[in-house]
Structures are given as structure tokens and as C-alpha cells.
């Protein structure tokens, strides 16, 4: 974890993570359910996933977020954390108290979080091994933003997500999650990830 230190690489996150996809179907409800990726052909994917359910628990918020891959539908189950802390001071710099472990948890609801991987797989041409992990997922998690996310009020915040896997170092995405629009958007840092970000999601 060492490399995800570097005050180079710090910086470069907090500027890269504001980048969100784009959406053309959005309504004042905010639950239509969109296609995961509007560009299947771009360079650096951008996934997109509407919020369908929301719970609260006494520590955190989960939610159930869904797309379409054409015509299936895929999706993950979604845990915020509460009162995750800044990781951008006041002045604009990056603090290393902004990393925290497991602010953000993804896993499985099943056929359609396997549907979700192997979306992965066409959308990255890599081969899929098998279906979402039945593990909780739990990446670092470094939040690129100046208060406290409060994800149970309307507002848009950013993150960056470090998914350990078998493969190699932590895959790095970016993350958006808008309660505005009811969105949780995943960004490709690189697409040199590719094979670490599915094998995070297998479980490999």
C-alpha cells in the first residue's frame, strides 16, 4: 500500500475523481434504471448504476444500485458508512487520513451481481472465470472531498476505490455517489486494471 501513499499519485486523485459519467435518460424521481455503459467502445469505461433501494442501518446506509447490460439487468448492493471524513483540507491538499478501509462495501444480490461480472467481461474483453464473489468486497477507500459525506442528504461526492485481488496490486476505479440523481458511477482509472478489477469482483 506503500505506492498509494505517494503524494504524486494523492494529488492526482483528488483532481481525477470529480470526473463522473454523464447520463441522457435522467427523470425528477431519479429511478430509471440507464444501460451500464453509455459508450461500450470507449477507451476508459464508465459504469453507471441507479439507486433502486435504500436502508439505513445505525451505522451506515446501504443501497441497491442497478443498470441494464442491453436488455439484463445487473446490479450490486452498495455500503456507505457513516460520517466518512475528508480527505481534502481546507486549503485544497489531500490529507492520508482521507484513506479508511472499508468506507465503501460492495457485494453480491445475486444473479444480477453475476450478471454485473460478466457485463465486466465483455465491457473489458476479459474472460470471466465465474460470478461475483459471494465475499464482501471491502476496498480502501480514499474520499476526495472537503466535509464529511453525509450520503442521507442530497449531494454528489467522490472517492477512489483500491480493490485488493490475486492478481497483482489494488486495482484503482474512481467512484461517484449522487444522491441527487440516485447514481452510484464507477470510472476506470486505467485500463491496465482490467484484469485486477475483475478479479476483485470474482473474488480472485
Known amino acids: ?5 505517494g503524494i504524486g499519485v494523492i494529488m492526482l486523485l483528488a483532481m481525477s475523481c470529480n470526473n463522473s459519467p454523464q447520463t441522457s435518460n435522467d427523470n425528477a424521481q431519479g429511478f430509471t434504471i440507464e444501460q ?3 459508450n461500450k467502445n ?7 448504476l441507479r439507486f433502486t433501494e435504500e436502508i439505513t442501518t445505525d451505522s451506515s446506509t446501504v443501497f441497491i444500485a442497478k443498470s441494464l447490460n442491453d436488455k439484463d439487468t445487473v446490479g450490486m448492493r452498495i455500503e456507505v458508512m457513516n460520517n466518512i471524513q475528508p480527505g481534502i483540507n481546507k486549503d485544497g491538499r489531500p490529507v492520508e487520513s482521507g484513506f479508511v478501509k472499508g468506507a465503501i462495501k460492495l457485494s453480491s444480490i445475486g444473479e444480477q451481481s453475476d ?12 474472460p470471466a472465470a ?3 464473489t459471494s465475499e464482501v468486497i471491502v476496498p480502501t477507500v480514499f474520499s476526495s472531498n472537503k466535509e ?3 450520503v442521507g442528504k442530497p449531494g454528489t461526492y467522490s472517492f ?3 480493490l485488493n485481488n490475486e492478481k497483482g496490486e489494488p486495482a484503482e476505479m474512481f467512484a ?13 482509472k486505467d485500463p491496465s486494471y482490467r484484469d485486477q478489477v475483475l478479479a476483485a469482483f470474482e473474488g480472485n
Open 1 to 5: 500500500m506503500k505506492s498509494i501513499l
Open 36 to 38: 451500464l455503459s453509455s
Open 42 to 48: 470507449a477507451e476508459k469505461q464508465q459504469l453507471f
Open 115 to 126: 450478471a454485473f461480472v460478466n457485463a465486466l467481461s465483455g465491457l473489458f474483453n476479459v
Open 130 to 132: 465465474g460470478g461475483m
Open 148 to 150: 464529511v459525506v453525509d
Open 160 to 162: 477512489k476505490l483500491f
Open 176 to 188: 461517484v455517489i449522487d444522491t441527487y440523481r440516485k447514481a452510484f458511477e464507477l470510472s476506470e
